[in-house]
């Protein structure tokens, strides 16, 4: 019976969890259900008594919230049992040993399993503050670690759920998200040991109730810690941010289905119906674009060799023809043949300027595992077992630059004009001053589809310059819109960690802007064939604490717990220990024996 109602517990954990998370139910999520989301998950641990169960537990807990909150990644072609199966198990086990590593402080002779036996002289008392802390800190360090690396996968997360709250996600320009997950994860904990105290241990823990109260001062910090960040919060979501530069650009949503097309000649044709509408309007209100911003995947043919190609094709209308027409940037997913004997491609966001010339490109850095990239495809045994059992060539090769374009931008009036530098007499002040307007630019980079949720490529861009992160992704695939949301929502704390401008262009949606403090400004409706002219606010950079030191409270608790494992190892007691003082009363009570025996 104690086995089922562990099972029960970790599977409602997950439940509520995924509930919480954009889903098909909330389209923007229900972060009411995080808090009581890990109420039940710590009392498995609580009540845990072995590494086995809590093993178990977190790994139920971990793949319950994958399996209802990733669903759509059945969808990803024939390749579910890679995208769902695969990335179920890895996030499974990562749970489990998340578990297995929550369980070590109770392992131990000084357990709560143990407690009232030896309290009395255990050298290290767990105490609910201890517990509390504990608890929030695996849990945090659980998610940066299924959420970093080449087998990284950021969905499923805390801070993914907290959209309908954007006062709470202010705090991520100092953490980032797992500030988030530190303080939801606490107030569960804080929760559960009200519950114990209250109703489970009271009684039999009567006699120690002045450290149970321990309980109130974690209270009381906690509630000023959160009144602090929801100060912050507040003060960062309603101050009045001014844009320095702008420019328009025209987001094209062409909502084709990536798996049907033969020849990208019909899409290209619907994005240049949709673009030539826009900016139709454009002109009709007498304005200009500045960038045509196309989604992923959109061109099929790979560069530099496409060029050709496209200046003949679409044959009812040819696509550079048609830049060099509309004289307006171009931004446009598609792929790059990065070494043509290797068969190596990169996955590839292409820029051509107002005459149709190809300017350049920059490659997808972080591909999707067992979908874009299979672990050791490059060698022939594995590859050729891809292509025959499997029927699948993983293809692509992640990028190794980090790229940025220049688009052209005009000031607001806050942006403070230059000193003209070389200063012609024969033309006027204003003169010179409109070329130096004129000249005004504005630096965009352009992450692609996965890049955005990941910290190692989306710092390095703005720390290098980055100025807008201009996202094109097509997530069109998975027919879902909580697909689609979930995506939008983590790429929505990169506005918010680095006060910066974001845009999302995405084959079937969430296509929209996004200001720094993590307010859309503009969108587009899902699954539709739609463009949108968007004025992008460009602000004036600024370091926030995030941008400057990075995922830098995981790697604290890391510290921490490794601290506390030192001090476990050097105050270990023994089954069979014995305090010297007790041994002292032992023996005065021996001899008292033997000193009455020998009266008599």
């Not at 995080?34 to 009540?47: D, E, K």
């Not at 793949?63 to 969808?75: G, M």
């Not at 530069?245 to 949709?274: G, M, Y």
Request: hydrophobic content about 40%.
């Amino acid at each position: 019976m104690e086995v089922i109602l562990q099972v029960f517990y970790s599977v409602f954990s997950g439940l509520m969890l995924a509930l919480a998370i954009p889903n098909e139910l909330y389209t923007f999520g229900a972060p009411v259900f995080t808090l009581i989301a890990f109420i039940p998950f710590y009392l498995c641990f609580y009540n845990a008594k072995s590494y086995a169960q809590a093993f178990r537990t977190g790994f139920i807990q971990a793949i319950t919230a994958h399996l209802i909150s990733s669903f759509w990644l059945a969808y990803f072609k024939d390749f579910a049992i890679f995208t769902l199966g695969a990335s179920a198990l890895g996030t499974g086990f990562i749970g489990g040993f998340m578990g297995f590593i929550y369980y070590i402080p109770y392992s131990s002779t000084y357990s709560h399993n143990r407690l009232n036996e030896k309290a009395s002289y255990a050298p290290f008392y767990i105490s609910p503050a201890f517990r509390i802390f504990y608890f929030a800190s695996v849990y945090t360090i659980y998610e940066w670690v299924k959420s970093s690396g080449f087998l990284g996968y950021p969905w499923g997360t805390v801070s993914s759920a907290m959209f309908r709250w954007p006062v709470l996600m202010q705090i991520s320009s100092i953490t980032g998200t797992y500030g988030i997950t530190f303080l939801i994860t606490l107030l569960n904990a804080i929760f559960a040991e009200a519950f114990i105290h209250w109703f489970k241990t009271l009684k039999e823990d009567r006699r120690y109730g002045q450290r149970e109260f321990s309980l109130n001062t974690s209270s009381f910090f906690y509630l000023v810690i959160l009144a602090a960040v929801l100060l912050y919060g507040l003060v960062q979501y309603n101050i009045p941010r001014k844009a320095i530069k702008h420019f328009c650009a025209v987001l094209v949503q062409q909502n084709e289905d990536p798996w049907k097309q033969t020849s990208d000649d019909e899409s290209i044709l619907e994005s240049q119906r949709l673009t030539e509408e826009k900016l139709e309007e454009l002109k009709q209100e007498n304005k200009k674009a500045d960038l045509i911003v196309w989604s992923e995947g959109v061109l099929t043919r790979s560069f530099p060799y496409g060029n050709y190609h496209y200046s003949k094709q679409p044959a009812e209308r040819a696509l550079i023809p048609f830049i060099k027409e509309k004289k307006v940037p171009l931004l446009a997913g598609g792929s790059y043949i990065k070494d043509s004997e290797k068969r190596k491609i990169n996955n590839a966001a292409l820029m051509f300027d107002e005459n149709g010339n190809f300017r350049g490109y920059y490659a997808k850095n972080h591909l999707v595992p067992f979908a874009e990239v299979i672990p050791f495809s490059d060698f022939p045994a594995i590859s050729s077992f891809l292509k025959k059992v499997v029927g699948i060539s993983a293809g692509w090769t992640p990028g190794d630059q980090y790229v940025f374009f220049d688009i052209n931008a005009s000031p607001t009036e806050n942006y403070r004009l230059p000193a003209v530098k070389n200063i012609d007499i024969t033309k006027s002040f204003k003169e010179q001053q409109k070329e130096e307007k004129e000249g005004i630019k504005v630096k965009i980079s352009t992450p692609i589809c996965f890049d955005d949720a990941f910290t190692d490529i989306m710092r390095p861009l703005y720390m290098n310059g980055s100025e807008v992160f201009l996202n094109i992704t097509d997530d069109s695939w998975s027919l879902k819109k909580s697909s689609e949301i979930q995506h939008f929502v983590i790429a929505s704390y990169r506005a918010i960690e680095y006060r910066t401008t974001l845009v999302r262009c995405a084959n079937a949606g969430y296509s929209v802007v996004v200001d720094p403090a993590g307010k859309i400004i503009s969108d587009m409706p899902l699954f539709e064939k739609k463009a949108l002219a968007a004025d992008i606010p460009v602000y004036k950079r600024r370091m926030t604490t995030y941008a400057r030191f990075g995922n830098w409270l995981p790697y604290t608790l890391i510290i921490l717990f490794l601290l506390y494992m030192t001090y476990s190892i050097f105050t270990f007691v023994p089954d069979d220990y014995i305090p010297s003082e007790r041994k002292t009363k032992k023996k005065s009570k021996k001899r008292k024996s033997k000193n009455s025996k020998n009266k008599k």
